[in-house]
Structure formats: C-alpha cells, structure tokens
C-alpha cells in the first residue's frame, strides 16, 4: 500500500457561513449541481412530462430525426429509434435507470469499503494486514472484466448490474477511509474519548467518521460516475442493462449500426451521458475544494 497517495490532516470543519460563501463563489460546484439538479428532475418529472410510453413500438414511424432537421416533428421533439420509440420519452426514463445505478454502486460499495477502511485505520496491526490483504486482491483483478464474466454467466438484469458493481467497487473506498482514520486515531478528541471509557464502537461513529466524512463524500461522487460509465460501458457491450430498458448506454448500443446515417441516435444519449458524469464529477471536485481548510482552498 506504499503507492498509495496520502490524505492531508482532517481539520476541524469548516465554518458555515463560510461554507456558504465559499459555496456561492465557487462555480464549478454551482455549475455541476444545476446541471445534476436538471438531470435529477426529469427523472422525478418522467412519469408526468413524459410524451409517449417509453416501450411503445411504431415501425411505421422509424428514424424519425429531431425537430431541429427538416424531416423532424414535434410529435417526437428528439426523434425515434429503429423501433419507432419516441427518443424523449426514453432519455426522461433512461435518467432514472442511470441515478438509480450511480447512487445504489455508491451506497453499496460505500458501506463495504468504509467499513473496512474505519476497522483497519483504527484497529491497526492485524485487523490492517488483512484488511490491506483484501484490499490489494481486489485491486488485482481487473474490474471490467470482472463484471463482463459475472454478468456473462448470471445475466444482465438491472438488479444484478447493480450488485456486482457494488461488490466490486469498494476499493477506493476503502483505501481512502484507511489513510484518513489513520491520521485521525492518534488525534486529542479521540484520546479524550477513549480516557472518558467510550466504547470502540462509539468513538468511531461519534469522532472518527464524522472527521473523515468529507473525504468520504468526495470518494463517492467519483464512484458514482464511475459506476454510470460503467454500466453504460457493459451495456453498450450487450452484457448490462437488457432491453427494453431505456439505458442511456444501452440506447447508444442500439444505435451503433446507424451511427452513419442517424448520427443523432448516438449523439444524444452520449451527451446526456457525459453531462451526468461532468456533473457529478463537478460536484465532487467542489466539495472537496469547499470542505478544505483556507490553505487548500
């Protein structure tokens, strides 16, 4: 674990009036959190603003381009599929499917590694040895691959995507958590607490966690775009989210064989990807710069 890049301190937090300024001030994080507050709500909004039913077919209404070419119509704004599906309706629902996988990766991947992270920053010895054992097997394997062979032999509902992402992507997690809770153990709060006779259990949620949180956050947001590209990634392969799901992946999946002659097909769920991963990638650069002391910030 030498290779492995080391955490500042864990300072006390930052005020919040001063957070609030350096919130308002930042416009990377601004930026990044309307584009994801835009994203979020049409996934909310989906079910109500949503033109068509997502899963309706219409051959007789194949490749109809978007509204801004000539033969666009505003009966389909952004067009239809090879299968006659309305293009907008199932961008609105493809952004839940992508959140719901971004969120549930990180909650899954975050409790694992955090866990992890916490017992063998705090315990040391040889709680460490074989929590850094696990930790450096898992790095070991190659995750891609990894997943592509699970969801190759178990199948590719939405479901099993979600778990053996979460199964796999703990590491970052946990090597972070590591190298904070390290600095943070030795630290004068956390011998008062132990002088005091608080628990173990009760000193690593009460002072540890809390002291470490904002790395926490940081490590998650990237985790969580992460895992969207991921998914978008097994599922433009065939091996992710199955059809007729309306996975922004899976939408430029199906789209590959008329990428030449309806380019559109791919542009459109591929930008909308790459928004949601710049977002969220936003967001996490800015907490970090927002939750550092004055001489990172």
Do not use: C
């Not at 907008?88 to 549930?104: D, F, P, T």
């Not at 099993?160 to 390290?182: C, E, H, N, P, Y």
């Amino acid at each position: 674990m030498s290779d492995i890049v080391q955490i500042p301190p864990v300072v006390a937090a930052v005020a919040p009036s001063r957070f609030r300024r350096r919130v308002l001030k930042h416009k990377g994080l601004l930026i990044g959190s309307g584009i994801f507050a835009i994203i979020v709500l049409m996934a909310l909004l989906a079910p109500f603003v949503s033109p068509h039913d997502p899963y309706a077919q219409d051959l007789t209404n194949r490749l109809v381009p978007p509204v801004w070419y000539e033969r666009g119509s505003w009966l389909h704004p952004l067009g239809t599929d090879n299968l006659g599906r309305d293009y907008l309706s199932r961008m609105l629902y493809g952004a839940q499917i992508s959140l719901l996988i971004g969120l549930s990766v990180m909650v899954i991947s975050g409790l694992i590694g955090t866990a992890l992270g916490l017992a063998a920053g705090y315990f040391g010895g040889r709680i460490d040895l074989i929590v850094t054992f696990i930790i450096t097997t898992r790095l070991a394997l190659p995750v891609v691959l990894v997943a592509l062979a699970v969801v190759a032999m178990v199948g590719g509902t939405l479901g099993i995507v979600i778990a053996v992402l979460g199964l796999l992507k703990w590491d970052r997690f946990a090597v972070v958590m590591r190298s904070a809770t390290q600095q943070v153990r030795s630290l004068d709060y956390v011998e008062a607490a132990r002088a005091s006779g608080a628990s173990q259990l009760r000193i690593i949620l009460r002072e540890v966690l809390p002291n470490v949180l904002p790395h926490l956050i940081v490590v998650g947001t990237v985790e969580a775009a992460s895992a969207i590209l991921l998914e978008a990634a097994l599922s433009f392969l065939g091996l992710g989210v199955q059809p007729p799901l309306p996975s922004w992946g899976l939408m430029i999946s199906e789209a590959k064989n008329f990428m030449f002659f309806s380019f559109w097909l791919i542009a459109i769920p591929g930008s909308a990807l790459a928004l949601l991963v710049l977002a969220i990638n936003m967001i996490g650069d800015g907490l970090r710069d927002v939750t550092a002391p004055d001489s990172r910030s």
